[in-house]
C-alpha cells in the first residue's frame, strides 16, 4: 500500500493517512503491524521524522519531517500552535451555524500509557471554532424514539491540540462525530453504518496551513476527502455542500500547495 503524496521536497514530506492507519508503533494496538511512519519511510527510502499526529481513526494531511532539524521545527510549529488545521466531521444533530467551543480539557493517556497511572492533572484550556456546511435529516429511527435522525456537516477549526479535541469538544455540546466510539453512541454509529454503507470515523484532516520549517515560506496542504467519507456526504444529498478542492476528484497524490494568508481564516 502506497500512501498518497501530497507534497515533498527536500525538508518534508506531505501524505494522505487514510482512516484505520495509527501513525506510529502505539501500545493502543499491539496487533498492528503497518504505521503510517513505517510506510512512508518504506515509500521513500529514508528515515522520516513524525512531527505530529492524527487519531487512527481520522484520515487526511499527515506532514513527516525528512531530516532531524525539519523535524523538530516541525514539531515546534505545532507545539507553539502556528499551523492552521481545518478538519471537516459528519456530526449527530443539527448544532448552531457558527460557534466556539471553550472547554477546558484533562489531560487524557492511554491504558498503556507509562504516565497512566499518574494523578489526574487540572484540565487544560482547549478552543475549537467551528462552521456548519450542510444539515439533512433521514427517515431513519434509532432506538424507536424518533421517525427521523438529522445530522450536520461541519467544517471544524481546533485553536489548541489537545488529546482528542475534536471528538471530545463534539459530544460537549451533545453533537458527537458519527463513527467515534468512545465519545458518541454506539446505535447511532450503527444505524449510519447500516443506512450509509460507511463504518469509521467520519473526522477528515482537510486542510493544513503552516510556515515551511526551513524556509518559513507560507505552505497550504490540501487532502481531498477519501471516497467512503465523500460516499456518506452524498448519501446525505451533500455532494454541492463539499467545498470544491475538498472532494475527492483529483488523481491520488494531487493535493495543493499555495500561498496562505494568515488573516483569512480557514474555518
Known amino acids: ?17 487514510p482512516s484505520g ?10 496487533h498492528e503491524t503497518r504505521f503510517a511512519l513505517q510506510m512512508v519511510r518504506d515509500q521513500l527510502g529514508q528515515t522520516v521524522y513524525a512531527a505530529h499526529r492524527l487519531d487512527k481513526g481520522t484520515s487526511g494531511v499527515l506532514v513527516f519531517g525528512l531530516t532531524p532539524e525539519a523535524g ?32 477546558a480539557l484533562s489531560r487524557q493517556h492511554d491504558d498503556h500509557d ?19 456546511l450542510a444539515i439533512a435529516e433521514m427517515p431513519w429511527t434509532v432506538d424507536g424514539r424518533y421517525p427521523t435522525t438529522r ?48 463504518q469509521r470515523l467520519l473526522l477528515a484532516a482537510v486542510e493544513l ?11 497550504v496542504l490540501t487532502a481531498p476527502l477519501a471516497e467512503d467519507f465523500m460516499q ?9 455542500a463539499v467545498p470544491v478542492s475538498w472532494r475527492p476528484q483529483l488523481p491520488a497524490g494531487s493535493g495543493t500547495i499555495a500561498a496562505f494568508d494568515p488573516e483569512t481564516p480557514s474555518c
Do not use: C
Open 232 to 240: 456518506a456526504a452524498t448519501r446525505l444529498g451533500w455532494q454541492e
Open 21 to 30: 492507519l495509527l501513525v506510529h508503533r502505539s501500545p493502543i494496538d499491539r
Open 114 to 132: 507509562p504516565g497512566a497511572g499518574r494523578v489526574p492533572t487540572a484540565p487544560q484550556p482547549a478552543l475549537t471554532l467551528y462552521r456548519r
Open 1 to 17: 500500500m502506497m500512501l498518497p503524496v501530497l507534497y515533498q521536497d527536500h525538508h518534508l514530506v506531505a501524505v494522505h493517512k
Open 72 to 103: 523538530r521545527a516541525l514539531s515546534q510549529t505545532f507545539e507553539t500552535q502556528q499551523a492552521r488545521k481545518t478538519y471537516l466531521a459528519i456530526v449527530r444533530g443539527h448544532p448552531l451555524g457558527e460557534g466556539r467551543i471553550d472547554h
Open 151 to 198: 445530522y450536520a456537516l461541519m467544517a471544524l477549526h481546533p485553536e489548541t491540540g489537545r488529546r482528542h479535541q475534536l471528538r471530545r469538544h463534539m459530544k460537549h455540546i451533545a453533537h458527537p462525530i458519527i463513527g467515534d466510539a468512545t465519545h458518541g453512541k454506539g446505535v447511532h454509529n450503527r444505524v449510519f453504518a447500516r443506512e450509509t454503507g460507511v
Open 209 to 219: 496551513a503552516l510556515p515551511h520549517p526551513v524556509t518559513g515560506a507560507p505552505l
